[in-house]
């Protein structure tokens, strides 16, 4: 057989392949071995995480290296797969176990290493203001010759000027050494002024370090904030992190962060959450986006922005060929914004998590993303789209969605109206497959007896499955005694019902007629066959 017959043999590798791949993968993280006894044995649950975001990594650079050479028969994109899932398997093995806090997030870290010498943390202490004498004492290990802190974190102390004049002089003499710096929350209950004089001073202190990572967030920044970050800012070519969440970035502020930074080439991940930044703020951030062409993980949720900011950024993350990680819940984008985001969802073909929740969406934009997300993001584990009044007019695309994202493992569409009929055709999409499924949100969308017993059936046998939340909705007592009884072996992973309403809030003779031919609209679905497209 020649080369050019074999080659598609070769690569890609099939769905199943890739899923075993994760499953030994996970089987060698749990496994005692010298190693662990050096550094840790993960949990299966961290195992299992940490081998799908290797898995995903190593196909995606072995997927670039294919494309660069595509009259090859992809035997070295195999070679390169599993070489990179090897290296970066001994990388998490050397990591060892990391605390759930450390853990969790909604945007991606590469792998670190767990040399604790390299971290100077004061976060832990007492939430307080810290005085010049103990500032003196409490950051005397940085003081020490040939220490080799390189990340230093003084979130949740609150610094004052004499305080802040003390550690000056101290980061100063780490200019050379310095790569992450978290300075959130460390000016907590200060007078503008002073907060203002502290800023400065930390500033000027870290100014020409090379960072790859710096959290401002929760300081209440706002344009004059980030201006006393001015000379900190103004420094960074190599950022990879930024966090700037919850500092009331406003339009001026937004524009000013922009006109600071003078590279973001780099830049990984970038998180605005909690802000008002508005539309015209949104606008100015995504000049930032479009300058950042290596952008991993981007986040501006809860920022107020409305249609026009919301087609601003989408258009500019389509210049981030590498997202990862999407968060933009808790805005006004409306349907406009819904389809701009839709056009570029086709460049993310490493997509994992998507959170586009309480976006006003409605039922076009929804069906706008879910037939631009059927197309893209093979490898997409969290789909959350809760509070976008979707009605069982986008249950056929969000099924066939849903179908064929093999890799899920968080579905979320709470606070719809998609009924019986979306919540049925959304069970067939999960029925098949979908083993690494955990959990399944569907509460407060109108669902009854048939919707429920359907979602039921279709989760109760996955293997690592955690939660189905169906509460809010209209089932009736019956219907609650059956899909308890499909529970019976695992009663723990239904969630709570105390919100159900047996009779609906809008309970009429329409309603109830609904609930009598149940088994009709069932037998109506029964034939319906969602397929993954190959």
Not at 165 to 177: C, F, R
Not at 332 to 352: C, D, P, Q, R, Y
């Amino acid at each position: 057989m020649d080369s050019a017959g074999f080659s598609m043999k070769l690569w890609p590798p099939s769905l199943s392949t890739r899923l075993m791949l994760v499953e030994r993968m996970t089987k060698n993280l749990i496994t005692p071995s010298i190693l662990s006894r050096k550094y840790g044995l993960l949990s299966e649950e961290e195992a299992e995480e940490d081998a799908k975001q290797i898995e995903a990594l190593a196909f995606d650079s072995a997927n670039q290296h294919f494309e660069k050479e595509p009259d090859g028969d992809g035997s070295s994109a195999v070679q390169l797969y599993a070489k990179e899932s090897s290296k970066l398997m001994l990388e998490v093995i050397k990591r060892g176990p990391q605390s759930k806090e450390s853990a969790e997030g909604i945007l991606p870290e590469k792998v670190k290493t767990s040399d604790e010498t390299t971290i100077f943390d004061i976060s832990k202490g007492r939430r307080d203001f810290i005085s010049a004498e103990e500032a003196s004492e409490l950051l005397k290990p940085l003081s020490q010759p040939g220490n080799n802190y390189k990340r230093i974190c003084f979130s949740n102390r609150s610094f004052g000027v004499d305080a802040a004049k003390i550690a000056g002089p101290i980061l100063s003499s780490l200019k050379d050494q310095l790569t992450e710096v978290d300075l959130s929350d460390f000016v907590a209950g200060r007078q503008e002024e002073e907060a203002l004089e502290v800023m400065e001073i930390f500033s000027s202190a870290l100014e020409a370090c090379e960072l790859r990572y710096l959290d401002l967030s929760n300081n209440a920044l706002g344009e004059k904030g980030i201006r006393a970050f001015g000379a900190l800012l103004k420094s960074q070519q190599n950022m990879e992190e930024l966090y700037l969440m919850n500092d009331g970035i406003s339009e001026e502020a937004a524009q000013a962060v922009c006109e600071l930074i003078p590279s973001t080439d780099k830049l990984r991940i970038l998180h605005f959450h909690n802000n008002m930044t508005g539309d015209e703020g949104a606008v100015a951030i995504s000049e930032l986006v479009k300058r950042s062409p290596a952008l991993e993980g981007f986040r501006c949720s809860s920022t107020r922005v409305g249609s026009e900011g919301g087609v601003a950024l989408s258009q500019a993350l389509g210049e981030c060929r590498n997202l990862k990680k999407l968060d933009l819940r808790d805005n006004m984008f409306g349907v406009e914004a819904g389809i701009a985001l839709s056009k570029v969802l086709s460049t993310f073909s490493g997509l994992t998590e998507i959170y586009v929740s309480y976006l006003n969406l409605e039922d076009e934009g929804s069906i706008a993303l879910a037939n631009a997300l059927k197309e893209s993001a093979p490898s997409l584990e969290v789909l959350e789209m809760d509070g976008n009044d979707i009605s069982a007019k986008t249950a056929p695309a969000l099924a066939a969605c849903v179908a064929a994202k093999q890799f899920l493992t968080t579905l979320k569409l709470a606070e719809n109206e998609l009924k019986d009929e979306g919540a049925i055709l959304i069970a067939k999409a999960l029925e098949d497959g979908h083993g690494q499924l955990t959990e399944v949100d569907m509460s407060t969308n109108e669902i009854r007896r048939a919707g429920a017993r359907c979602l039921a059936q279709a989760v109760v046998g996955k293997p690592g499955f955690k939660v189905l939340n169906i509460n809010g909705n209209f089932i009736s007592d019956e219907g609650i005694d059956e899909v308890k009884d499909i529970f019976k072996n695992s009663i723990h992973v239904l969630g709570p019902l105390d919100d159900n309403d047996p009779e609906g809030e809008d309970y009429d003779e329409e309603a109830d007629k609904e609930e009598d031919n149940e088994n009709e609209l069932e037998t109506r679905l029964k034939g319906l066959d969602i397929k993954q497209e190959e």
